[in-house]
């Protein structure tokens, strides 16, 4: 029997006090998967702006470990107010954090800094989180990747499907998808950082590509 039981509401929750109490609160698990499918390509998105192509594996990584992190608070420390905020900012440091480790340039840092303000109006950010989709739409979608490539990148990463739903949904082995979207990583590291907006003379074969993919 389908369950009746309806979803929190994303935005009731954000108008919703912090709660300092250290209560637990059942819904969270359901709070933080109807955030992850509704953010998690959105924040990937922004980071993949921000990081450059060749760092999808990254963007893709902080988002699920501030997911992760939220699962493990919010029980304990409460929702906070905004809990679609506080998932960027966790995001965001911990994508700070691995830049660090790994001796970025300080320019790269102050950008993702700038991208992710705390005090950012919320209608700017969600513009924003739009253009960044499109952006990273046209990225899985690059010509220079096959079909093949192309429409499983898309589905993880644009789209936020695990390889073993899109193995099943191809009837595929979840190793041949799976090694799919590693190769198609790796050619986008390969085509340099600034290959995810095309530039007016490519924007044909670009556009075309992205339709083939949709269809």
Request: charged residues 30%.
């Amino acid at each position: 029997m389908k369950s009746t039981r309806s979803e929190p509401d994303v935005e009731s929750v954000t108008d919703t006090a912090f709660d300092n109490t250290g209560t637990s609160n059942p819904d969270v698990p359901l709070l933080v998967d109807h955030l992850f499918r509704r953010r998690a390509t959105q924040m990937t998105a922004t980071l993949v702006r921000i990081l450059g192509a060749g760092r999808v594996d990254l963007a893709e990584e902080v988002v699920q470990e501030a997911m992760i992190e939220a699962l493990r608070r919010w029980p304990f420390h409460g929702v906070p107010k905004n809990p679609g905020a506080w998932l960027i900012q966790v995001a965001k440091n911990k994508a700070l954090d691995r830049l660090r480790r790994v001796g970025v340039r300080r320019d790269k840092e102050d950008e993702v800094e700038r991208v992710f303000q705390r005090r950012a109006r919320a209608e700017d950010l969600d513009q924003r989180f739009r253009d960044d989709e499109l952006r990273l739409l046209f990225l899985t979608c690059h010509p220079a990747l096959p079909r093949e490539a192309r429409i499983a990148l898309t589905l993880k990463v644009a789209v936020g499907l695990g390889t073993a739903e899109i193995a099943r949904a191809f009837l595929l082995r979840e190793a041949t998808v799976a090694g799919r979207i590693v190769r198609a990583k790796r050619t986008l590291r390969e085509l340099g950082p600034d290959v995810v907006v095309p530039t007016h003379d490519d924007l044909s074969p670009r556009l075309d590509s992205v339709l083939d993919v949709l269809y």
